[in-house]
Nanobody, 119 residues
């Protein structure tokens, strides 16, 4: 599986961004997908995850109520809708795939897309 994240750019605080992750591979629909982020000088942290059916989603407390993960299995894509952006959301965002479908251990990673939020 190859993952290609896109959509990161500069944004104003309070604004909206949508990140996209395009996946190759015929079994995409079976994978759980996740978004992670890493800010300068900090460890990578979990942002959100979605299981194969799209019915189960999980969001970190820091983004709950502001970010929403979604997927379109027909397009082999997963999205991160980011509302009410804060400067603290500035980071490189990575999408990842868990072939076990659970959303716990990720074995495929994309290259990352930079999100910068100014106050």
């Amino acid at each position: 599986v190859q993952l290609q994240a896109s959509g990161g750019r500069f944004a104003q605080a309070g604004g909206y961004l949508r990140l996209s992750c395009a996946a190759s591979g015929r079994k995409f629909g079976n994978y759980a997908m996740g978004w992670f982020r890493q800010a300068p000088g900090k460890e990578r942290e979990f942002v959100a995850a979605i299981r194969w059916s799209g019915g189960s989603t999980f969001h970190a407390d820091s983004v709950k109520g502001r970010f929403t993960i979604a997927r379109d299995n027909a397009k082999n894509s997963v999205y991160l809708h980011m509302n009410s952006l804060k400067p603290g959301d500035t980071a490189v965002y990575y999408c990842a795939a868990d072939s076990a479908g659970v959303g716990r251990e990720y074995d495929y990673w994309g290259q990352g897309t930079q999100v910068t939020v100014s106050s």
